[in-house]
């Protein structure tokens, strides 16, 4: 882009007005103002940027390039030349070395599992290299945002501190902040040439209905919201300018059962479970076909990654097989309610959070279909957002209806819900993954199988075994498809990612938001 910033765009979330109550611009701080409303993403950057759609390719980004061993335990990385931080500072490799070893001495900031085993510097590059592949990590990896080490190096705790003055190598600095939003500056002096949109604003919706709304009056540009008859709600209001798109991700909802503690400890009720579960409703009435309906038992939603076993096996309502497998496992019914083979009635909570309308309708379905089917007592809560980040982290939930998955193969599906390394992991009780603490060797052992894999068939063998566990011990119920939902318009600005312009998706939270930005013109232009 050449030319001066022009015009504004505003970016909004649903999650309510205490995500303004602090200023939070630490980029490793979930759930904090920044990395919540996801305008983090236009101050720190990362290394790479590597798309979950499209061609799932990797675009070097502060890093002029990147290049990966055989194996993918090394990473060898140019700096971006031409680079400053947003106090004037040159960027370097200090400030990578600084950020990953920062992620290495800090487990807490390790939130995609890293692994790194030294960091230096040779020559111009720097050098990463791990104790295992990254070949499925490679987004962890190159999607870290790097912060500067001359204002980080004094900061005594970094899993802590808010980071107030936000200096990042992004083409915006955070020009206000206040309990009615945040309002961005773009840079005149960023890396990348022109920034297309001269302020973007962020702000906090109480729930879906009320960012709906301020979609529709085009109070709002941007947001990622899931929209109940979206062509009739969002489309139709401005069908030439108005545009919902749904990037179709390996990224399925399930329904994450804690299997630490009844009911769900018990194989047999999860099988049941997963036996009535309507997944056509959830589509049709949760979902507002959104998605396509989730079908094969694996819940993976592209078929290319089914194994033999499991190509033609499609998800039914079995609630005949649910009660037998009830029957053979010890369990009773006792005037209509499921019993357990203790002789206690089953029962067990679904929770979301207020406001997200999609999951709250799709654990109330769940709820009903479960009473009414098996007598098991089946109810609902709905904390605020933070409460429920926070019940989910220290598993204090009975069950919740959560998305998986991720990046550009299965394998992070399973990972998100089989894998025990995030049990060892675990800091004051909190895990970062398998919420559900679903605890399996052999699963463990397939996934870091497939991770570390060196050819294609060794990497199918693993994930047909995982997929057969999936099924067989239902560590987690998968419910429907997910895919990486975006609303935008074009009445100022055009550029933006589509079904047909696959660069990204239209998720403004995600690192790839300031690529998208970066790629937007203004209109009629």
Do not use: C
């Not at 409460?387 to 990046?407: I, K, P, R």
């Not at 011990?473 to 429907?480: K, S, T």
Request: no cysteine.
């Amino acid at each position: 882009p050449s030319g001066t910033s022009t015009g504004s765009l505003t970016v909004a979330k649903p999650d309510g007005a205490s995500v303004l109550a602090t200023e939070i611009n630490n980029t490793f701080i979930g759930p904090g103002s920044g990395m919540s409303l996801g305008y983090d993403r236009m101050i720190y950057e990362p290394l790479a940027i590597v798309n979950p759609v499209g061609k799932n390719e990797t675009t070097p980004w502060l890093a002029s390039k990147v290049k990966w061993n055989s194996d993918y335990t090394q990473l060898t990385v140019t700096p971006r030349s031409g680079v400053t931080w947003s106090d004037g500072k040159a960027f370097t490799a200090a400030d990578i070395i600084f950020t990953y070893n920062l992620i290495k001495t800090t487990p807490a900031l390790d939130l995609g599992g890293l692994k790194l085993t030294d960091i230096k510097k040779d020559g111009g590059n720097v050098v990463l290299n791990f104790s295992e592949s990254k070949f499925v990590k490679q987004g962890d990896v190159l999607q870290v945002p790097i912060v500067p080490e001359h204002i980080w190096k004094s900061i005594s705790d970094p899993t802590k501190d808010p980071a107030k003055d936000g200096v990042g190598t992004g083409p915006y600095t955070i020009k206000t902040f206040s309990s009615q939003g945040v309002v961005l500056k773009a840079r005149t002096d960023y890396w990348g040439g022109t920034v297309p949109v001269a302020t973007l604003k962020y702000l906090e919706y109480n729930d879906n209905t009320g960012l709906l709304r301020a979609l529709q009056t085009g109070e709002t540009d941007w947001a990622q919201i899931f929209i109940t008859d979206f062509q009739k709600n969002y489309v139709d209001k401005d069908p030439k300018h108005n545009v919902f798109w749904g990037a179709n991700v390996l990224s399925p909802d399930m329904i994450l059962v804690n299997t630490t503690k009844a009911p769900f400890n018990n194989v047999a009720f999860r099988k049941a479970v997963n036996m009535v579960i309507d997944r056509q409703a959830h589509a049709v009435t949760a979902r507002s076909n959104a998605g396509p309906e989730l079908t094969s038992v694996t819940g993976i939603p592209q078929d290319q990654y089914l194994a033999p076993d499991y190509k033609d096996a499609r998800f039914k309502i079995d609630v005949d097989g649910a009660k037998k497998v009830l029957t053979d496992a010890g369990y009773t019914w006792d005037n209509g309610k499921l019993m357990d083979p203790s002789g206690s009635p089953v029962s067990f909570t679904l929770q979301d959070p207020q406001g997200w309308n999609d999951y709250v309708t799709g654990i109330q379905l769940v709820a009903k279909q479960v009473q009414d089917t098996l007598g098991a007592d089946a109810k609902v809560a709905t904390p605020d957002a933070d409460t429920w980040f926070a019940n989910v982290a220290d598993g204090d939930f009975d069950a919740v209806l959560h998305w998986t998955g991720s990046g550009t193969n299965p394998w992070h599906i399973y990972d998100d819900v089989m894998n025990g390394t995030y049990l060892d992991q675990a800091v004051d009780g909190k895990v970062s993954d398998n919420f559900g603490r679903y605890d399996n060797p052999e699963a463990t052992a397939l996934l870091k199988d497939y991770a570390q894999a060196s050819d294609q068939a060794a990497r199918t063998e693993a994930l047909n075994k995982l997929e057969k566990i999936f099924v067989d011990d239902v560590p987690a119920i998968a419910i429907g498809t997910h895919p990486a939902l975006g609303e935008y318009n074009t009445r100022k600005f055009v550029g933006w990612p589509s079904e047909k312009d696959q660069y990204a998706t239209a998720d403004p939270t995600q690192p790839s938001a300031v690529q998208v930005i970066m790629n937007l013109k203004p209109a009629g232009k």
